[in-house]
């Protein structure tokens, strides 16, 4: 398989489509159009394969929970204020147990905001986003290399857990193009008897999230609680890099990341020994592999495209173990690597 | 040597309804049930109930059946349609659920002519949450959220539904009943049927808007509830096909053929 | 070792294809590349730029603070981005509608009327190719079979007759830009 240059946005349609998507339902915004673009041109050239242009990111998510509930592999995109009408949709199908991909490729916030690349939606992506107890697995890629890698290992996911898999990224990693090889993706393995087809002759079977007796419904959030604690004991995904010798460590994620590392690597020819943990789970967050870092490294400073919403997960892992700085630019502002170097250079000569 | 001429509708469970005494649901259930024994599509029939006093409608059909968030049984119905066309796919929805908040989905999903079966019950009132003003309530209607009256200066006009919908292009079969009577009951029977036998014949979009009572919100008797959609509902929403298309497609695909 | 190349120009003067022309003919020599568009709300006249950062190892960051190379195809493009270049960095500028010249001392420029070269070849919408040529010619990132081969392998089955004009308008910056 030869290398292809592809925007992020097709990339994550393509890959969707390999790994076995075949209902797409999804409603304009930018700057994720190319993608819903790219299912309507290529998802029906797939056998059995469904797009549908709903009348809003509403319809769009009840959409693919139906197809879902028929058995097919399902997913549907946006971008900010679309996920937010999504999220009554994703909670219900948390607590239904269907499985689905959405993505959700960021832009600035609150309300309308901008078109801009931003992070603003790492609490409503990564505490569940919608109504009730529940989460939703959710992965951040940085390359376009893991957004098609990603996005398979996504319907994988969704599958395994019977559960919400969400794609954060945002308008940076839609938008620009970058060469990448799709892997084989692997034969779906998803049990008929979750699937509501008709009863044939025998049992009629209901999906449903309303359980209006309390004790019943404990015991559904308690089972979910265990589907999720297994899910955070073994689905965490980090990158660390030039963290061995490192003095300072930089946690960040997706198109922050990458800035992260342009600035690392200008501190670097300073002789600034600065390192990256980038989570690419960020619902399980690899908290214990953060805080296993922490054991040498006294120095972490968090860099978000928000005002600072990851960073509460980073000092749950390091509060008490490690000192925790923050740099933040929110609302669609993307830093330079050379302004992320001179912030970290500040922090950094404050070190002991 | 004596004729069954009624009993239990193989597809409808042995449950006890929690449907207050007097109320439309229980009927059109039971009415929808038999039309699925007589079609014989139990085993590839998959409802869709809404939010509202049908939201446990899986307790009583006897066919697979998965909720829907309150609206939004269109959109979920018409990603299991698309996903298993040859299945009999129906969602049933109230007032509320189909011409408040769920009316861009039901909007859309007729446009688009998804070819499922929508059954809609009509009683004037949100019944679950306990008898709130609904799009379809009558102007001076009094409920616990128009307590002098529904006032159109206020809160605007019942909603017409299968006049709107009977303009919008995708739909195929459209027609207005009520179960305030035995005949009343037959003839939605008969609709229902018709509904659902277009969908099977892959026409469109069909649905059948039920005129349906409920004595508890109305604060009536049974029969007077009745006597009230006859005397009043049925003038402001008056039963009767709005829109049917389905001999002339019939036709057309003869044609083609 | 990573060169980042930041075009400007007008929507609709080819700008983005120069860019994505670029990072094709980048990735199909072997290196690492990636491709950055400005975008904004869909508008026709609007202002279009993207970057392409190329290089032997990972691309670390996609946002181009300081590119090597600045090639600007409209005047309010040059305005704009000269003080983005990095200091010993080098500005193309379509020389056919530019009028002014770059008013920093530590950058190189090139002038390439590439708006009239296309138009002596018989088709004014080359002239992005015409200033690719140009581009290929001084910057040496890729060699100009492996992006002529790319410029063909992406713009498709298209018209016979485009591809042969892109080649010329490519031949011609090519030869306009002296060793």
């Not at chain 1, 931003?118 to 376009?144: K, N």
């Not at chain 3, 009028?99 to 420029?109: G, M, N, T």
Request: hydrophobic share 40%; aromatic share 8%; net charge positive.
């Amino acid at each position: 398989m030869n290398k292809v240059l592809m925007s992020g946005n097709n990339i994550i349609g393509e890959a969707a489509i390999r790994a076995g998507c075949r209902f797409y339902a999804g409603y304009p915004i930018t700057p994720q159009n190319e993608l819903t673009e790219y299912m309507a041109e290529h998802i029906r050239s797939a056998e059995g394969g469904v797009f549908i242009q709903s009348e809003s990111e509403i319809a769009a998510i009840n959409m693919i929970a139906g197809a879902s509930a028929a058995g097919l592999r399902v997913m549907t995109s946006s971008s900010s204020p679309g996920i937010s009408l999504k999220q009554e949709g994703i909670s219900s199908m948390a607590a239904c147990e269907l499985p689905g991909v959405i993505v959700n490729i960021m832009r600035g916030g609150p309300g309308l905001g901008n078109i801009r690349p931003a992070q603003g939606d790492y609490f409503q992506a990564t505490r569940g986003g919608g109504h009730g107890d529940y989460r939703t697995i959710v992965l951040g890629p940085a390359t376009g290399q893991e957004l098609a890698d990603l996005t398979m290992d996504a319907f994988d996911l969704a599958d395994k857990y019977r559960t919400p898999v969400m794609i954060l990224a945002d308008g940076m990693m839609g938008q620009m193009m970058e060469p990448v090889i799709f892997k084989k993706p692997h034969p779906r393995n998803y049990p008929e008897k979750f699937m509501l087809r008709g009863a044939g002759n025998g049992k009629s079977k209901f999906i449903r999230g309303l359980l209006l007796d309390p004790i019943d419904s404990e015991g559904h959030n308690w089972k979910l609680a265990r589907k999720y604690a297994v899910i955070a004991q073994n689905e965490t995904l980090r990158e660390e890099h030039l963290t061995q010798d490192a003095e300072m460590v930089i946690v960040a994620y997706g198109t922050a990341a990458r800035i992260a590392k342009g600035a690392i690597k200008r501190l670097r020819d300073h002789g600034l020994k600065v390192g990256l943990f980038r989570p690419i789970t960020l619902w399980p967050f690899p908290e214990m592999k953060l805080r296993a870092l922490s054991a040498g490294i006294k120095n972490f400073l968090v860099f978000e495209m928000s005002t600072g919403q990851m960073l509460e997960d980073v000092r749950l892992a390091l509060q008490g173990y490690a000192n925790i700085d923050f740099h933040g630019r929110p609302g669609g502002a993307v830093p330079t690597p050379a302004e992320l170097a001179n912030v970290v250079a500040k922090f950094y000569s404050k070190i002991d | 040597m004596s004729k069954i001429v009624f009993q239990h509708p193989q597809s409808l469970k042995h449950n006890i309804f929690h449907y207050c005494p007097g109320c439309g649901h229980s009927i059109v259930h039971r009415i929808t049930c038999e039309v699925i024994d007589e079609m014989g599509i139990r085993g590839i029939t998959i409802g869709v109930p809404p939010a509202g006093c049908a939201v446990l409608a899986y307790n009583y059909f006897d066919v697979d059946m998965i909720e829907a968030p309150h609206g939004r049984g269109p959109a979920m119905a018409s990603g299991i349609k698309r996903s298993l066309p040859d299945r009999i796919v129906f969602s049933y929805q109230g007032d509320g659920d189909l011409a408040a908040i769920g009316m861009a989905e039901s909007f859309h999903a007729a446009n688009r002519g998804e070819n499922i079966t929508v059954i809609f019950i009509n009683n004037a009132v949100y019944g679950m949450t306990g008898g709130q003003m609904a799009p379809t309530t009558m102007l001076n209607q009094k409920t616990t959220t128009s307590p002098a009256g529904r006032q159109q200066r206020l809160d605007g006009y019942p909603v017409k539904v299968s006049e709107i919908f009977s303009k919008i292009g995708g739909v195929t079969y459209l027609e207005r009943c009520s179960v305030s009577s035995p005949a009343g009951v037959n003839k939605t029977k008969k609709a229902i049927k018709k509904a659902f036998q277009c969908q099977l014949d892959g026409l469109g979009f069909s649905m059948i808007e039920v005129l349906s009572m409920c004595p508890t919100n109305w604060k009536m008797s049974s029969v007077d509830s009745c006597k009230w959609i006859d005397d009043i509902l049925a003038k402001e929403f008056p039963p009767g096909i709005y829109k049917d298309e389905i001999a002339a497609l019939k036709k057309a695909a003869e044609v083609r053929s | 070792m990573i060169i980042k190349a930041f075009f400007s120009g007008f929507g609709g003067q080819g700008v983005l294809m120069m860019g994505i022309s670029l990072a094709n003919a980048a990735m199909n020599k072997g290196l690492h590349v990636t491709y950055l568009p400005a975008y904004g709300a869909e508008m026709r006249g609007g202002t279009a730029n993207c970057t392409v950062a190329m290089g032997d190892e990972e691309i670390a960051s996609p946002v181009a603070s300081e590119p090597d190379y600045l090639i600007v195809m409209s005047s309010p493009a040059l305005s704009s981005f000269q003080n983005k270049v990095t200091s010993g960095g080098t500005i193309f500028i379509n020389s056919s509608i530019i009028e002014a010249r770059p008013l920093r001392q530590d950058v190189q420029s090139l002038c390439i009327p590439c708006t009239d070269m296309a138009q002596e070849l018989g088709n004014s919408r080359a002239t992005n190719i015409v200033m690719m040529g140009a581009f290929v010619k001084k910057s040496r990132i890729v060699t100009p079979d492996i992006y002529l081969k790319s410029l063909e392998t992406i713009m498709g089955s298209r018209k016979k007759s485009l591809a042969e004009i892109n080649r010329k308008a490519f031949a011609a910056g090519f030869d306009y830009v002296k060793d």
